[in-house]
T-cell receptor, first 115, second 112 residues
Framework: DAMVIQNPRYQVTQFGKPVTLSCSQT?????MYWYQQKSSQAPKLLFH???????NEADTPDNFQSRRPNTSFCFLDIRSPGLGDAAMYLC??????????????FGPGTRLLVL | DAKTTQPTSMDCAEGRAANLPCNHS???????VYWYRQIHSQGPQYIIH???NNETNEMASLIITEDRKSSTLILPHATLRDTAVYYC?????????????FGKGTSLLVTP
């Protein structure tokens, strides 16, 4: 089945130690998104890629970076994780950004714990 | 950007219809209403969307009022697996693309 895959499901890192979260998709969608969801809060968009075009949300901290080496894969890099970055990180995809294409399909998420 | 208002929580008996309301009184003419849900510890799941006509798919029905200021998501025969947070979202354009503004959602509890 076509899907959005996130590995690992749980990630533990140390305060200040860089960490990378992975997302892959078999849907061949043009757009990939990264959301952050803290406990008891709604998901919040960090950034998205339309093909190789990177779009950062205005309030996304500089500590968060992303890479999309090809259509299928997208990575979230946290350069110096702080305790406040502990959260569920959700990857999503959509065919496009226009009406009729913008339905987003989410992966299961990676829960990040910062010690 | 149009905002949405949903009840914080609702209960529904298993097998009965679950009717989840959403107010979006400032919606503009070209904005769609989307519904997603999030089961605990899972990623959000798309349910349905509409502009002004009522819509139905294998998961749910979406009823949009004629003035488009409110809508209702209907799960016709709720099951225990439908327990989740349901988000009513009006599609907005952020300064860098199209963000889903999830809001607080409605926590639906389906009981045996």
């Amino acid at each position: 089945d076509a899907m959005v895959i996130q590995n690992p499901r749980y990630q533990v890192t140390q305060f200040g130690k860089p960490v990378t979260l992975s997302c892959s998709q078999t849907l061949n969608h043009n757009v990939m998104y990264w959301y952050q969801q803290k406990s008891s809060q709604a998901p919040k968009l960090l950034f998205h890629y339309y093909d190789k075009d990177f779009n950062n949300e205005a309030d996304t901290p500089d500590n968060f970076q992303s890479r999309r080496p090809n259509t299928s894969f997208c990575f979230l890099d946290i350069r110096s994780p702080g305790l406040g970055d502990a959260a569920m990180y959700l990857c999503a995809t959509s065919r496009g950004l226009e009406v009729g294409e913008e339905t987003q399909y989410f992966g299961p998420g990676t829960r990040l714990l910062v010690l | 950007d149009a905002k949405t208002t949903q009840p914080t929580s609702m209960d529904c008996a298993e097998g009965r219809a679950a009717n989840l309301p959403c107010n979006h009184s400032t919606i503009s003419g070209n904005e769609y209403v989307y519904w997603y849900r999030q089961i605990h510890s899972q990623g959000p799941q798309y349910i349905i969307h509409g502009l002004k006509n009522n819509e139905t798919n294998e998961m749910a029905s979406l009823i949009i009022t004629e003035d488009r200021k409110s809508s209702t998501l209907i799960l016709p025969h709720a099951t225990l697996r439908d327990t989740a947070v349901y988000y009513c979202i009006v599609r907005v354009a952020s300064n860098s693309g199209y963000a889903l503004n999830f809001g607080k959602g409605t926590s639906l509890l389906v009981t045996p």
